[in-house]
């Protein structure tokens, strides 16, 4: 077997990635220190924890780096297996967080298996869509059985109830079986079959029904399921075009509950204003469009796919976690990506970045100059120096 060669990885794709993280500290910080000084005596408390998510998560990353992406093909299977055991568990022994039994706690530490359940099913579907290649046009043998492993995996994460992170579940998984040539009928089909689920999962959650209802009123529901909406636009509000400074907000300490968590954005934008706020989607802007890029010119199937759903999933995050915190969008759960307090989206999020880098580094992108023997590198004409690898 011919040994591929390792090329550089993506270096545009990792500094945006390490520049998001860095940034998240300060961030984080400034959101948290007051609550956390009120309730444990110590304004740095949340930022610690933090600092270690975001050392666990730098590891994650390195480490999947270092993984030869065709590895995981062997493992995808098990791997969503063991997420839906997770979820199944969770269900039954998870402990609860307003009223969601989202979490696995083994001593002091804790675990949001949908994270990890998210990205082994993204994983499993590039794996089953690269092996099946044109028969995922066939309903029964390509394109059913990848829908009963979206379904156990989408099923449990909803029955938490998580909607939002469930309702992304299922919209990633179609965006990558329309990208693989499934055919419309299907697509479209399943669509239509999951809206009524959707509906029904939202009008047993009463929650999320009052969300939804003050999203198309556009109220703030007073102290309801909108305040924290209508706080945070104030807070960009507040922040202008410059911003008012650095651990100068005023909403995260008075008015903007959990600050640090979902609508940590808000903060950046009142404390970086419009400015601040550009900058930090442009670092997402990057990941999209170097994420693409290593799709384009990936060796196989199966990392064209992989790099494409890695870059799906860390946008739409970024991209509807800003809409929730702007207004645009009706409130939700999800996190913004290598910025919110949390460990274990951070966790899994750069294990996946790491994957894509990986895949980026046995492309033709960034080529290592060839090794010449001294001596030799004199007499060889300059255009021979290059050598490009198939």
Not at 45 to 50: F, T, V
Not at 231 to 256: A, C, M, T, Y
Not at 261 to 272: I, K, L, N, R, T
Request: proline content about 4%; charged content about 15%.
């Amino acid at each position: 077997m011919t040994k591929i060669q390792r090329n550089h990885i993506d270096l545009a794709t990792l500094v945006a990635v390490l520049t998001l993280m860095v940034l998240s500290l300060g961030v984080v910080y400034s959101a948290s220190a007051t609550w956390a000084y009120e309730k444990f005596g110590e304004s740095n408390r949340l930022l610690n924890l933090h600092a270690l998510k975001v050392l666990l998560g730098l590891i994650a990353l390195f480490v999947g780096m270092t993984i030869d992406y065709r590895k995981y093909r062997k493992l995808t299977k098990t791997a969503v297996l063991l997420a839906i055991a997770f979820l199944a568990i969770t269900l039954v022994l998870g402990g609860e967080v307003k009223g969601a039994a989202r979490w696995l706690r083994f001593g002091g530490l804790s675990l949001q298996p949908s994270e990890f359940a998210k990205f082994a099913l993204l994983f499993h579907l590039c794996t089953l869509i690269s092996t099946k290649g044109e028969t995922i046009r066939e309903f029964k043998k390509g394109f059913m059985p990848m829908m009963i492993w979206i379904g156990s995996v989408a099923g449990l994460v909803l029955l938490q109830p998580n909607f939002s992170t469930g309702s992304m579940i299922i919209l990633i998984s179609l965006v990558m079986l329309f990208i693989s040539r499934a055919r419309f009928l299907h697509v479209f089909g399943t669509i239509g079959a999951a809206l009524p689920l959707l509906v029904g999962v939202a009008l047993s959650r009463p929650h999320v029904m009052q969300r939804l209802k003050s999203y198309i009123d556009g109220t703030s529901g007073g102290g309801g399921q909108n305040y924290q909406l209508w706080q945070g636009i104030i807070g960009f509000g507040n922040g202008g075009l410059l911003g008012v400074g650095p651990g100068e907000s005023k909403q995260r300490d008075f008015f903007l509950p959990e600050s640090y968590g979902d609508f940590v954005f808000s903060v950046v934008g009142e404390e970086y204003g419009f400015l601040g706020t550009m900058f930090f989607l442009t670092l997402f802007l990057v990941i999209l469009l170097r994420g693409f890029k290593i799709a384009k010119f990936a060796r196989d199937e199966f990392g064209r796919l992989l790099a494409i759903g890695i870059t799906s999933v860390i946008t739409l995050y970024a991209l509807v976690n800003a809409g929730v915190t702007l207004g645009i969008l009706p409130t939700t759960g999800l996190p913004m990506p290598f910025v919110s307090y949390g460990g274990s989206s951070l966790l899994f999020t750069s294990f996946a970045v790491g994957a894509l880098l990986n895949i980026s580094a046995q492309t033709d992108l960034h080529p290592r100059a060839p090794k010449v023997p001294e001596g030799v590198a004199a007499l060889q004409p300059l255009e021979d120096k290059t050598v490009k690898v198939y």
